[in-house]
């Protein structure tokens, strides 16, 4: 009986009162503490146990209650689980929280798929705001983790060198981020192409990011052209384009205001303060392992990819250049442009109608007459202004461009 072992043995499950074999379903292994652990499956677990000091010094356990026993039998085995829907908030919590302690969420084989159960069942409880600002390495190794969270309502990206052709925007614009509201993809290499790919499934299916209310294009070589791109989603209400080509004229206040509703804001506006950005949820200190876990591996990884480009590059200028990616000339181009932010937002009627009428209030007293004759003027105006979402259908139609880049999938 020494050699006796759970490794082939075969497992019964009692239902209504019959036994039932179960072949199909390998469960996971206690860990080996001692060697008797490792000969006799049925010596106890120190798991099951918990131990504390009373008043005297003296070392005392206690057992712990069936319900945490079987908590965490369930978080070992959670990639045999189907479901969580309809279970409380408070187990499945609980449950998460025995999973994160046991870092099943660190296994590449099974922490898809256990985030995927928790995201299903609890939405937006487990992760409603994701920051991968500067974190590209991260968002490499973790991608398929990283689109198992389908309920966020913000996600930055700011810095992670997605290019014009990266495979994140397909799940951007997918149903799976519907709920949406805040998306931040400055200083990504994105240009007027990658724009229009972009949203390009926005535009044809007329699906995705519908909930959109904040966008942050900031640090990006897009120009005036590829604002009507932007035109496919209805309820944008505030817009970062500082640092792009862009530059503040009068005609880019025009075709912000007559394309998106939006105008121009002379204060810089707290919703693209980054230092406000932060990852909220169940999820949050999985994130965290990730990002430690990641960088101690990829510690001896740099050091041999110094000495690759030590070796291949000539000069200390070019070296430097190479091993920190060009990083530091963003954040040279952000100081630069500190000063001339480029932040629009969509202005309430109240805040049109002051724009419009900026001298009104000199000319009251001498010409009341006028007045009237000007209250009926920010009508007119308004009217101009509201127009244009009418005509959106047609600056959104398909153009040949966007012809051959649905032919090119």
Same mark, same amino acid.
């Given at each position: 009986m020494s050699d006796l072992s759970l490794d082939n043995s075969t497992i019964y499950v009692r239902e209504r009162g019959n036994l039932r074999r179960v072949s199909d379903i390998v469960l996971a292994q206690p860990k080996a503490l001692s060697s008797c652990r490792r000969t006799d499956p049925f010596v106890l677990r120190k798991e099951h146990f918990i131990f504390n000091y009373n008043e005297e010094g003296s070392l005392r356990y206690s057992t712990k209650s069936l319900f945490d026993i079987t908590l965490l039998f369930v978080a070992d085995n959670i990639h045999h689980v189907d479901s969580l829907v309809g279970f409380p908030e408070q187990i499945g919590n609980r449950l998460f929280v025995a999973a994160e302690e046991n870092r099943v969420f660190l296994n590449p084989d099974t922490s898809s798929k256990a985030l995927q159960l928790f995201s299903d069942a609890y939405g937006e409880i487990v992760l409603g705001s994701l920051c991968l600002r500067n974190k590209f390495p991260l968002l490499q190794e973790r991608m398929d983790a990283i689109k198992t969270f389908h309920s966020l309502k913000s996600l930055d990206l700011f810095g992670c060198k997605l290019g014009d052709n990266h495979e994140l925007f397909q799940h951007l614009t997918s149903t799976s981020l519907a709920s949406l509201i805040e998306l931040f993809i400055g200083g990504n290499s994105l240009s007027d192409a990658g724009l229009q790919r972009l949203t390009a499934p926005i535009r044809m299916m007329r699906k995705g990011l519908d909930c959109l209310q904040l966008l942050d294009l900031s640090y990006n070589p897009?120009?005036?052209?590829?604002?009507? =791109?932007?035109?496919?989603?209805?309820?944008?209400?505030?817009?970062?384009? %500082?640092?792009?080509?862009?530059?503040? &004229?009068?005609?880019?206040? !025009?075709?912000?205001? @007559?394309?998106?509703?939006?105008? =121009?804001?002379?204060?810089?506006?707290?919703?693209?303060?980054? %230092?406000?950005?932060?990852?909220?949820?169940? *999820? &949050?200190?999985?994130?965290?392992?990730?990002?430690? %876990?990641?960088?101690?591996?990829?510690?001896? /990884? #740099?050091?041999?990819?110094? /000495? !690759?480009?030590?070796?291949?590059? +000539?000069?200390?200028? #070019? +070296?430097?250049?190479?091993?920190? #990616?060009?990083?530091?000339?963003?954040?040279?181009?952000?100081? &630069? *442009?500190?000063?001339?932010?480029?932040? +629009?937002?969509?202005? %309430?009627?109240?805040?049109?109608?002051? #724009?419009?009428?900026?001298?009104?209030?000199?000319?009251?007293?001498? !010409?009341?007459?006028?007045?009237? @004759? /000007?209250?009926?003027?920010?009508? @007119?105006?308004?009217?101009?202004?509201?127009?244009?979402?009418?005509?959106?259908?047609?600056?959104?139609?398909?153009?040949? &461009?966007?012809?051959?880049?649905?032919?090119?999938?």
């Amino acid at each position: 009986m020494s050699d006796l072992s759970l490794d082939n043995s075969t497992i019964y499950v009692r239902e209504r009162g019959n036994l039932r074999r179960v072949s199909d379903i390998v469960l996971a292994q206690p860990k080996a503490l001692s060697s008797c652990r490792r000969t006799d499956p049925f010596v106890l677990r120190k798991e099951h146990f918990i131990f504390n000091y009373n008043e005297e010094g003296s070392l005392r356990y206690s057992t712990k209650s069936l319900f945490d026993i079987t908590l965490l039998f369930v978080a070992d085995n959670i990639h045999h689980v189907d479901s969580l829907v309809g279970f409380p908030e408070q187990i499945g919590n609980r449950l998460f929280v025995a999973a994160e302690e046991n870092r099943v969420f660190l296994n590449p084989d099974t922490s898809s798929k256990a985030l995927q159960l928790f995201s299903d069942a609890y939405g937006e409880i487990v992760l409603g705001s994701l920051c991968l600002r500067n974190k590209f390495p991260l968002l490499q190794e973790r991608m398929d983790a990283i689109k198992t969270f389908h309920s966020l309502k913000s996600l930055d990206l700011f810095g992670c060198k997605l290019g014009d052709n990266h495979e994140l925007f397909q799940h951007l614009t997918s149903t799976s981020l519907a709920s949406l509201i805040e998306l931040f993809i400055g200083g990504n290499s994105l240009s007027d192409a990658g724009l229009q790919r972009l949203t390009a499934p926005i535009r044809m299916m007329r699906k995705g990011l519908d909930c959109l209310q904040l966008l942050d294009l900031s640090y990006n070589p897009i120009s005036e052209a590829a604002l009507r =791109y932007l035109t496919c989603f209805p309820k944008l209400v505030k817009l970062d384009l %500082s640092g792009t080509s862009l530059k503040l &004229e009068t005609g880019l206040k !025009t075709a912000m205001l @007559k394309l998106l509703g939006l105008i =121009y804001s002379e204060k810089p506006l707290d919703s693209f303060d980054h %230092s406000r950005c932060k990852t909220e949820g169940w *999820a &949050e200190q999985v994130v965290n392992q990730w990002e430690t %876990s990641g960088s101690q591996m990829t510690k001896q /990884r #740099k050091i041999e990819e110094s /000495r !690759t480009l030590a070796l291949r590059f +000539f000069g200390r200028q #070019k +070296f430097v250049r190479e091993v920190l #990616k060009a990083v530091p000339l963003i954040h040279e181009r952000m100081e &630069e *442009a500190d000063n001339g932010k480029l932040h +629009f937002y969509r202005p %309430s009627n109240n805040q049109t109608a002051e #724009k419009e009428i900026p001298s009104m209030t000199n000319h009251q007293v001498k !010409t009341p007459c006028h007045i009237k @004759k /000007r209250k009926h003027q920010p009508e @007119k105006h308004d009217t101009l202004h509201h127009s244009p979402p009418a005509k959106q259908p047609c600056s959104s139609a398909l153009t040949a &461009e966007d012809i051959d880049l649905l032919n090119s999938y």
